[in-house]
C-alpha cells in the first residue's frame, strides 16, 4: 500500500522558514521522481519543485526558486522542501507526489503552510 505523509506545516511569519518533510513507503522511493505541489484556497494546485530518481536534478517554479530547496534521502525514503524567505503568497497547502518507475502518480493528503504576521 502506498503511502506518502507530510508534515511540517504551520504557521510562519513573512520571511520565515519552515522545512516540509514527506515520508514514503510502498513503491521504489529511489526510482520515482518525487514533488511538492501546493494549492491557495479557490486556485488550482500548482508545481512547486521536483526531484527525479538520480536524485542531482531539480526543478523548480519561478515562484520559489533562489528561495525553496528540494531534496531527497533515498535512505530514509523522505523527501524535503525547505522553504525560506517565505511570503504571504506561500500560504497554501502542501502536497507531496511521487511519479514511479511506471508512471504511476501518488499523492499524500497534504501539510498546510499559513504565512501571516
Known amino acids: 500500500q502506498v503511502q506518502l505523509v507530510e508534515s511540517g506545516g504551520g504557521l510562519v511569519q513573512p520571511g520565515g522558514s519552515l522545512r516540509l518533510s514527506c515520508a514514503a513507503s510502498?513503491?521504489?522511493?529511489?526510482?520515482?521522481?518525487m514533488s511538492w505541489y501546493r494549492q491557495a484556497p479557490g486556485q488550482e494546485r500548482e508545481f512547486v519543485a521536483s526531484s527525479f530518481s538520480a536524485g542531482a536534478s531539480t526543478n523548480y517554479a519561478d515562484s520559489v526558486k533562489g528561495r525553496f530547496t528540494i531534496s531527497r534521502d533515498n535512505a530514509k525514503n523522505t523527501v524535503y522542501l525547505q522553504m525560506n524567505s517565505l511570503k504571504p503568497e506561500d500560504t497554501a497547502a502542501y502536497y507531496c507526489n511521487a511519479q514511479d518507475e511506471r508512471d504511476r502518480d501518488y499523492w499524500g493528503k497534504g501539510t498546510l503552510v499559513t504565512v501571516s504576521a
Open positions: 510502498g513503491f521504489t522511493f529511489s526510482r520515482s521522481a
